[in-house]
Every structure is written in C-alpha cells, then in structure tokens.
C-alpha cells in the first residue's frame, strides 16, 4: 500500500505561542548541555531578499555526535546515546532575524559511496513565507582538507559551497541564512 | 571497512509525488515573494543524517499538553472538538512514538501572540498550545475548541480559513513535516493563497479533517479525524539512488 503525503503548509507568524511555550522551547538551542567540553555558539541571521532580518522564523538542527554516530536505530552500527547530547536543537529568531545554538562540532559521518562526509549540522528553515521548510547544511570553514573530501561539497559550484561554511569567531561559528538574492544559500532537495 | 558497509544498508525515503507539495514561490501568498529561494534546490542524496533524526519523547511533555481545555483555572470558551487520527507512513505503516505539536487561534480567531493585535478577544483560558506522542499504532488525539478564521492583510479583505498548526517529527530528518489541518466544508478555501499554493486538488483535500461520528462523545464534543501522511521508505538502497 503507497498512501500519498500530506502537504506541506507554512509555519506561519504565530508559532511562538508563548504561555506555555509552543514550537519553541526554553532548553531548544541546547543541543548540547552548558559546560560540555567543546561546546560553542553557533549563530546567525536568516534574511530576506532584500536583505532585511527575517524576525518570524524558526531554526532547527539535527546532527551526529563528536564521533559521528547518531542516537538512533537506524544507525547501522548502533545507536550511541552519549549524555547530555541531544543532536537537536530549535531556536526562533528574533527582532533582528538572528538565532543562536549551544553545540559540539559532529565528527564524519559515512556516505552512501563509502566515502566520509565532512562534518556537518543539517539545518531546517521554517518561517511565514516558507510553504515548505527549507533545507541546508552547515559546513565549517576550518575543516578544509575534509571538506574538500566530502562528495556533495565536491559536486557544487564553489559559489554555493561557500555559502554552507560557518566562519570560525571567537569561540564559535557563525553561519548567516540568505533564503534569496545574490548571496543565497544553498538549498536541498530531500 | 565497516563504514563502506554501513552507508550502503539504509535505505532513504520517496520524494513526494509532483503536484502534492506547494512551491516555494506563490506570488499571490505575498510573503512568499522575498523568501523563497530563487534558485533550484540541490538534489541531496539520503545520508545517515537523513534517514536519522530526532527522537523526542516523554520528557517533552506536559500531564494536561494534550487537552487545550484544561490547561487554565476556567474552560475556555467556543465549541470543544475531539481531534484524532493516525501519524502514518507512505508504506501505511503507523509511526509511533513520534511527538505532535500544535498551536491554534482561539474560538474568536485570535492568537494568544503579541504580533495578533486584530480586534478579537483573547481567551483568559485558551493558551492555544498542545503537544502529545503517538502511540504504538500511530494514533494521536486532542481536545480542544474549535479555532475561529481570522483576518490577515495578504490582500483585500483577506480571511484565514480556520485551521490548528501540526507539527511532526516522525522518525527521520526527511519526514519532518509542518501542516495545517482544515475543516470540511470551509467556504474560505476557494479564497486562501495557503490552502491553495499546493497544486494537487486531492492533496489539498488530504489537508482537510473530515467529521468523525466514532470520535464525536455524547453531550460533551464534536470529534474530528485527521490521519497524516509522513514519507514512506525507498525500496532501494542508498548507493542505487545516485543512478536514477
């Protein structure tokens, strides 16, 4: 039996219902616990195509631990539930379109091929606006010999693949979100 | 080594069918305009982080998150419904364990949110907010009142159709899914850019509850079933679908 999906709807303004608190939650940016070794900010904007801050927006992200398992049973080689790992996090943007997430860099993660992908977080975009979430991934820019090994970094132009590197900051990365224009980041298809 | 194996046993999910999502670009939802990308969406093959996500259980829930009537000293006001139906997969496969989440106007239309300032009441005893697990076979179920349409400034003398936000997680990243459950019979439909971005006539119709006898409970509320559909899996491994 193939049952066709459900679709997709937009997220809409109101998804911050606050008391109490709906699609965001008070511990969402913690994909890790405060005070886990190697634990940093990674933060960001989302803006628009005309450059102005998306202030309605939700951002989610979904990773593998620091040795590139996941905590879930589809992970062929077991699931590995490290403490006070999530793999998960969600924070709505603010005034200024700008989210933040608590997390530790993921290690690689198998390809399909065989090959290892570079580390990388997926992201998820939902915002008024959006009929569908948008998909991306956050490269970082200091892993440059596993990136130039990962094979979907490999099959983009170079203009697109430097819109998925977080920039290293003082302590943590920062990974801004274009959803349209020049400087769009690149989107995925999954 | 292990790694070369392990990539090539999970299989991914299906894409959806053409027609059966809504664009990213649909000019007469305006703000679709400046947010949706402008360039194609990169094809990404299902890796681990794909066919993976998060499993989020018990401890994001609340005793009374399931019942939106409950949540507050006094019942709120409007006409309670009973919301339920079944989280499955493209297979018809039930996905249980996986967290709902969802958020709704009250009887008057109005969000209990800062930016929803249109002149309705707020309801001193309606949060809006529900959340539960599904159980062992896909089910779900809610109480709560029944949300009123709402104005918005898309254009003239623009009204939503009442609806409740769903939000889903199922069991990977690929079926992570946000929707809105309508109700039968709404004569807004033929007039709302989100209802209608999606293109397919039957998927549309897939968006919209129908009333449900069984779940309606004597003396007390109307019941209305809505199933969703998540991604069902490819059949194919992994390593076959870089060939299609």
Redesign the interface.
Same mark, same amino acid.
Do not use: C, K, N
């Given at each position: 039996m193939t049952l066709p999906p459900t679709p997709s709807q937009t997220i809409g303004p109101f998804f911050a219902l606050p008391d109490p608190a709906a699609m965001t939650w008070p511990d969402g940016p913690y994909v890790v616990a405060e005070g886990t070794p190697g634990a940093f900010r990674l933060e960001g904007r989302v803006l628009d195509g005309a450059g102005e801050p998306v202030p309605d927006g939700l951002v989610e992200s979904w990773q593998a631990d620091p040795d590139g398992r996941f905590a879930h049973p589809d992970d062929p080689r077991g699931a590995v539930a490290r403490p006070g790992f999530r793999g998960f996090g969600r924070c709505a943007t603010d005034a200024g379109g700008r989210f933040w997430l608590l997390t530790v860099k993921p290690g690689p993660v198998p390809a399909p091929d065989g090959r290892s992908q570079a580390p990388h977080i997926a992201l998820s975009i939902f915002a008024r606006g959006l009929n569908q979430r948008l998909v991306t991934r956050v490269y970082f820019a200091d892993e440059p010999a596993a990136n130039a090994a990962d094979p979907l970094l490999a099959s983009l132009p170079e203009a697109a693949r430097a819109t998925l590197l977080a920039a290293p900051t003082g302590g943590g990365y920062r990974f801004d979100v274009h959803l349209q224009g020049d400087h769009e980041t690149a989107f995925f298809d999954v | 080594?292990?790694?070369?194996?392990?990539? *090539? &046993?999970?299989p991914g999910y299906r894409?959806?069918?053409p027609g059966? &999502?809504?664009?990213?670009l649909?000019p007469d939802?305006?703000?679709?305009?400046? *947010?949706? %990308?402008? *360039?194609p969406? !990169?094809?990404?093959?299902? +890796?681990? +982080?794909?066919?993976?996500? %998060?499993?989020?259980g018990e401890d #994001?829930l609340?005793e009374l998150?399931h019942d939106l009537t409950r &949540?507050h000293q006094g019942e709120p006001h409007g006409q309670r419904i009973v919301v339920s139906g079944r989280v499955?997969?493209? $297979?018809?496969r039930p996905v249980p364990n996986a967290l709902v989440?969802v958020?709704q106007?009250n009887a008057a239309g109005r969000?209990?949110?800062e !930016? $929803?300032q249109h002149p309705a009441p707020l309801d001193p005893n309606f949060?809006?907010?529900g959340r539960c697990l599904t159980g062992a076979d896909g089910g779900y179920r809610f109480v709560t009142v029944r949300p009123g349409a709402y104005p918005w400034r898309n254009h003239d003398n623009a009204w939503r159709p009442a609806h409740i936000?769903f939000?889903l997680f199922g #069991?990977?990243?690929?079926q992570?899914? !946000?929707? &809105?459950m309508y109700f039968p019979g709404d004569p807004l439909f033929p007039l709302d850019p989100?209802?209608n971005? !999606?293109p397919d006539e039957?998927?549309?119709q #897939?968006?919209i509850a129908r009333f449900d006898p069984d779940a309606t409970v004597p003396e007390w509320a109307l019941g209305y079933r809505f199933d969703?559909?998540?991604?069902?899996r490819d059949a194919t491994p992994?390593?076959e679908? $870089?060939d299609r």
């Open positions: - | 080594m292990s790694e070369t194996t392990t990539g *090539r &046993q999970v894409r959806d069918p059966s &999502q809504p664009p990213y649909f939802y305006r703000s679709t305009r400046l *947010r949706a %990308p402008s *360039r969406l !990169v094809l990404l093959p299902h +890796t681990l +982080t794909e066919v993976t996500g %998060p499993l989020l #994001r609340g998150d &949540q499955l997969d493209g $297979d018809g989440e958020w106007a969000y209990a949110h !930016v $929803d949060s809006g907010v936000h939000s #069991r990977a990243f690929t992570r899914l !946000v929707t &809105q989100i209802f971005s !999606v039957a998927a549309r #897939r968006m969703i559909v998540l991604r069902g992994l390593d679908e $870089d």
